[in-house]
């Protein structure tokens, strides 16, 4: 995984709350057995929609998505990191994150960032004014910027420790896991004999 | 001061902690299906790693698998290439499959418990929201996403933050007629669809101790939809009786051990939550939903609301849209809403006591003109066991369609989906838009309102139904 320090781009206004993961790709989208190529399937019942935001002309090149409230619920399918990876995107600012899906991303390299629902309505409204504005996430710091002078937006955001410092790193979670083998082992060694084992296999028929 | 249940079990299964880090939880059993396990195989190989222990996990094909013509190659070529790369990964790192055309393959929820794996106190995970499913075991289980479960597959192990706790406590009975559907459906609507975020819920109260093993697993389930990491229900001799001579539950000594064990599994007297909602079950009816999540629902005998009802903001729009999405008008009595299909089947309510359900409904009865129902069993195990009590013969002389076991049209993966425009009535989980089909509008219900919606033609619980002339026994 690549480190993520900061990251500026043009933002994009989901002005939508409660976007599901099946939103974000449908299920007819998951078939495929590689970690790429499902740019296709980002919200593809919605781009059906010339008026989408992300069909407008102000969001092309957009690496920002700035959603409502409770984005990425639903379905476990870490397709939904990897579709808007694939279409761009870097950084998703909502105020309030499913917990599969934060926890994907963390994991994907994709920055969920948990900030204040007016800092998010504040940003609609700048977008609004100024279309392609850009947006600055400082990870290391955990601030982001929007907008200059005046009409900017700056506040901070909430992620948690242990996933930002693996994101700034870019470490990936298994070696780490994997440094603690021994700590693993002795656990191994003091489970119950009853626990359920799925070999050898045991079956009604 | 005392511990909770799922405090209980997280701590018992710490394999190591340290300032800063989340807790790095052993996994008791890891389940995986074809939709979210190839990258993962494929991180394994590139990486040169493999699995660490293939006896604590267990694969089936479950989400983009046919209901018909099983026996045959899968038509589609992508869906093909998935359950075969399924095949391929299984075979190469040596994980237990259970493929389509096996007594064993199902919906991974529905298997892991009819073969005696989910035991109390262990820890679950697959990459599958619904995995909360086998907390009504008091199992801790939580779905993961695809580097999660490359994670698991490579240590047997998952870094985890420490969820905070919640109680839901729903005391007295529910009424007769009143499933465990209605239940979670009635709690969404009241705590929304995030009520349940960053925290594991414990299920308590005279209503819980009262509900079978599958009806628990559907409360379980469903927790996901009002945003829980997990839902978990103290084991007792419920449990103990489902689990008891099932292929893996332990015997001989071993049992008892594991019953000791099992027993303790029960949230101290003087043991704190961080949250408590209490609920009364006598107060709970049918319970429907009208929009585009699992938490916009009304009673059945209730109207569509109008988005004016909504103090939010965010309530009232998700509101406007989602009667768009839904086609539905302000005011309308629910037991109006005509339907096109109504689907029994999924983690939710895909078991063999849903289809004796629905079953008892339709018997003597037939479905409605023009209507599509489809009955499909949780697991091939279930579609047996159903076909032995001659449950399938009920269905087929009611007009119903009896299918093989899969997830099927709760998320239109395989070939079941609804047609743009088209109205289900909908045992499973999620009403999200599209979710059954691109354009398709979905009701959840329960099995029993799913099966009289599917004589009426119309959103219908049974006692709505005209006494049929030749009712089945029981």
Known sequence: MDAFTQHSGVAAALRRSNVDTDQIIPAAYLKRVTRTGFADGLFAAWRSDPGFVLNRPEAAGASILVAGQDFGTGSSREHAVWALQDYGFRVVLASRFGDIFRSNAGKA?????????????????????EPRMTVTVDLAERTLLAGVDADRVQD???????????????????????????????????????KPMTMPARTAG | MGRTLAEKVWADHVVRQGDGEPDLLYIDLHLVHEVTSPQAFDGLRAAGR?????????ATEDHNVPTVDVDRPIADPVSRTQVETLRRNCGEFGVRLHPLGDA?????HVVGPQLGLTQPGTTVVCGDSHTSTHGAFGALAFGIGTSEVEHVLATQTLPQPRPKTM?????????????????????????????????????????????????????????IEWGAKAGLIAPDETTFGYLRGRPHAPTGADWDAAVAYWQSLVTDDDAAFDREVVLDAAAVTPFVTWGTNPGQGVPLAGVVP????????????????????????????????????VFVGSCTNGRIEDLRAAAKVVSGRHVADNLRMLVVPGSTRVRLQAEAEGLDTVFKAAGAEWRGAGCSMCLGMNPDTLAPGERAASTSNRNFEGRQGKGGRTHLVSAQVAAATAVAGQLAAPADLPDSSNPREG
């Not at chain 1, 390299?109 to 004014?129: C, F, N, P, S, T």
């Not at chain 2, 064993?104 to 991974?108: A, E, L, M, S, T």
């Open chain 1, 156 to 194: 901070s955001f909430d992620i948690d420790d242990y996933t930002r410092w693996r994101l700034l790193h870019g470490l990936d979670d298994i070696d780490i896991t994997l440094s603690h083998a021994a700590e693993v082992e002795a656990f191994e060694a003091s489970r119950p004999v009853w």
């Open chain 2, 104 to 108: 064993d393959q199902g919906i991974v």
């Open chain 1, 109 to 129: 390299g994709l920055l969920a960032a948990e900030v204040d629902a007016k800092v998010v309505a504040a940003i609609w409204d700048l977008l609004e004014r």
């Open chain 2, 306 to 341: 109008s988005p004016d009802d909504f103090d939010d903001e965010g309530d009232r729009t998700a509101a406007e849209r989602a009667l768009a999405y839904m086609d539905l008008t302000p005011g309308t009595r629910m037991r109006e809403i005509e339907v096109d299909t």
């Open chain 2, 167 to 223: 109680a839901v406590t729903v005391d007295g009975k529910l009424p007769a007629g009143v499933s465990a559907k209605d239940l979670t459906l009635s709690l969404i609507a009241q705590v929304g669809t995030g009520g349940g975020q960053g925290h594991v819920v414990e299920y308590r109260g005279e209503a819980i101790r009262a509900l079978s093993m599958e009806a628990r697993m559907t409360i379980c389930n469903m927790s």
């Open chain 2, 50 to 58: 493999g699995v660490r222990r293939p006896d604590l996990t267990l």
